[in-house]
C-alpha cells in the first residue's frame, strides 16, 4: 500500500529527499515516522489532503513534507542532517474510515 524510497547513506550536514507512494487507497493524513537503534517510533511529520502539516518541533526548519494528491505521494526534504536523524523512516496513512497503514521503512544513515 505504501512504497518508500529515497534512502541511503549521507554524511552530515546533507540532504535527502524520502518519497512514499500509494496504492489502492487515498489516504486523509500521510506522514513520516522514524525509528532510531533502541529508541520509540517518533512522528517526524505529517500532511493532510488541505495541505495542513504537523511537524516534530525540534525538526521544523530542517525537514518540509509536501504532498502531490495526484500522485497519491508524500514526500519529506530533509536538509543539515546530522548522527540523530539516523533512523529507518517510515511512511504512514491515515485513511478516512479510520485505521492506519505503514510502510516497510526506508533507512537513512548519517555519517560524521
Known amino acids: 500500500q505504501l512504497v518508500e524510497s529515497g534512502g541511503g547513506l549521507v554524511q552530515a550536514g546533507g540532504s535527502l529527499r524520502l518519497s512514499c507512494t500509494a496504492s489502492?487507497?487515498?489516504?486523509?493524513?500521510m506522514g513520516w515516522y522514524r525509528q532510531a537503534p533502541g529508541k520509540r517510533r517518533e512522528l517526524v511529520a505529517e500532511?493532510?489532503?488541505?495541505?495542513?502539516?504537523t511537524y516534530l518541533a525540534s525538526l521544523e526548519g530542517r525537514f518540509t513534507i509536501s504532498r502531490d494528491n495526484s500522485k497519491n505521494s508524500v514526500y519529506l526534504e530533509m536538509n543539515g542532517l546530522n548522527s540523530e536523524d539516523t533512523a529507518v523512516y517510515y511512511c504512514?496513512?491515515?485513511?478516512?474510515?479510520?485505521?492506519?497503514?505503514w510502510g516497510q521503512g526506508t533507512q537513512v544513515t548519517v555519517s560524521s
Open positions: 504512514h496513512g491515515v485513511p478516512s474510515w479510520g485505521g492506519e497503514y
Open positions: 489502492h487507497t487515498v489516504f486523509r493524513v
Open positions: 500532511i493532510d489532503r488541505d495541505g495542513r502539516t
